[in-house]
């Protein structure tokens, strides 16, 4: 699978509506931001898991490219969702070209 897009993601605490487990790569939530909400993978690139209160380094690989052709752009902010609740929230750092 092609990676779109790397970030850095903060999962949110439990406490704070985050997950009670933690995700690994592989973990396929859906990512939110402007009117966009689509589902994605996402691939840990500086650790094996990431509980909540953890801060790292992820790629991402979307399901539905064209949504997000032009739309993506270092620094834009966004949330990764599992249904409503929110579970994690990151900033872009690169976008790679989807050609």
């Excluded at 995700?23 to 690139?45: E, N």
């Excluded at 490219?65 to 834009?76: H, M, N």
């Amino acid at each position: 699978m092609d990676t779109h897009a790397e970030a850095e993601l903060f999962a949110l605490p439990e406490s704070d509506g985050g997950r009670h487990s933690p995700f690994f790569s592989g973990y396929r939530p859906c990512i939110t931001f402007d009117d966009v909400y689509d589902g994605l993978t996402i691939t840990l690139l500086d650790r094996e898991l990431m509980a909540g209160g953890d801060t790292g380094c992820v790629a991402f690989s979307f399901h539905a490219l064209p949504s997000f052709v032009g739309r993506l752009r270092v620094g834009l902010a966004f949330d990764i969702a599992e249904g409503a609740r929110i579970v994690a929230r990151g900033t872009i750092t690169a976008v790679h070209d989807p050609s």
